[in-house]
């Protein structure tokens, strides 16, 4: 029986169990697909907060995960995903997906990929949620080749994804990030900025030594971003955030993702695509910085959400 992480209550990392569940069936047009890594992200224990959905009891347990990468192990006939038709044997990427965290999972084949024969499991795993993610930002901000990008958290999960696609586009990139971070960025050509007080100064500078900014996009959402942003760009239009909050919707800033007109989800499935490519090309590349058993899910939780992760976090099932 496949073993699968559950949610049982709202709360901290302590509510999240392993459990076993009967094995899906494959039905018309799915795959069942033997998962060897699931990315971690932060939507994935933002569900289980009190404050998400209103804390609705009725999704108890909670099945988490985003996003996986394994080998199919059962195929419908004629079951096909964006690459053709889906065959057992075949190593894959599973995105979008919901229940992720398992040793197996049953989807529709529209969501299997080709894992690029360049990648590890792990960082095929850890590849679509921030990389489609980062790719809306670049296609919503209408960023061309010699333009100049502000990016704000360059060094987070989105921001390694949206820095190296920038650069594979031909567009320069003015990072915000952390000193300890600053090496990693350069080594894609980023221009990193430490931000804190001085910010608008030190981004001043670097946009007038670039000639100028032509979009800015924000993955933070804090008002020292906006603010910073629209002091240095030639349009304040292409400004965007992917963090909806109090700050964003006070300052009117456009934000991309989730609900409403800005939602992207036909970028986002079309992106898959092109990612796999940018990584075949060597033109992108997911920095994975540790692994946790499936069992030990609570302490990757714990460890994304304290911050401290340079790369990608990812959960290992296993199997008998």
Wanted: proline letters at 4%; one cysteine or more.
């Amino acid at each position: 029986m496949p073993r699968v992480v559950v949610a049982r209550d709202y709360g901290e990392a302590e509510v999240l169990g392993v459990v076993k569940v009967p094995t899906t069936p494959v039905g018309a047009g799915e795959a069942r697909v033997r998962i060897m890594a699931a990315g971690v992200n932060p939507i994935d224990w933002k569900q289980y907060a009190p404050a998400f959905y209103g804390g609705d009891r009725d999704r108890l347990p909670l099945r988490l995960g985003s996003e996986a990468a394994g080998v199919v192990v059962d195929a419908a006939y004629g079951a096909t995903g964006p690459a053709g038709l889906v065959r057992t044997g075949d190593e894959v990427i599973v995105f979008p997906v919901g229940g992720a965290y398992a040793s197996e999972v049953t989807v529709s084949a529209a969501a299997l990929v080709p894992k690029p024969a360049e990648m590890t499991w792990e960082q095929a795993a850890s590849l679509m949620l921030a990389g489609t993610t980062a790719m809306h930002a670049v296609v919503a901000a209408r960023l061309r080749k010699d333009e100049t990008v502000l990016v704000h958290a360059a060094a987070g999960g989105v921001g390694q994804m949206l820095c190296q696609i920038a650069a594979a586009w031909g567009v320069k990139v003015i990072g915000t990030a952390r000193e300890r971070d600053h090496e990693m960025l350069r080594g894609w050509g980023v221009v990193p900025v430490m931000f804190g007080d001085g910010l608008a100064d030190r981004v001043r500078k670097l946009a007038a030594a670039a000639g100028g900014v032509d979009a800015a996009i924000d993955l933070i959402g804090t008002r020292e971003a906006v603010e910073v942003s629209n002091g240095c760009l030639r349009d304040s239009d292409r400004l965007l955030s992917t963090v909806h909050n109090d700050v964003t919707s006070e300052l009117g800033v456009r934000v991309i993702g989730g609900v409403g007109p800005d939602h992207g989800n036909d970028i986002r499935m079309t992106a898959r695509s092109e990612l796999v490519a940018l990584v075949e090309r060597g033109q992108l590349q997911v920095n994975v910085t540790q692994t946790f058993a499936l069992d030990d899910v609570a302490d990757a939780h714990r460890k994304s959400r304290s911050g401290s992760a340079q790369g990608k976090l990812v959960l290992l099932p296993e199997h008998g």
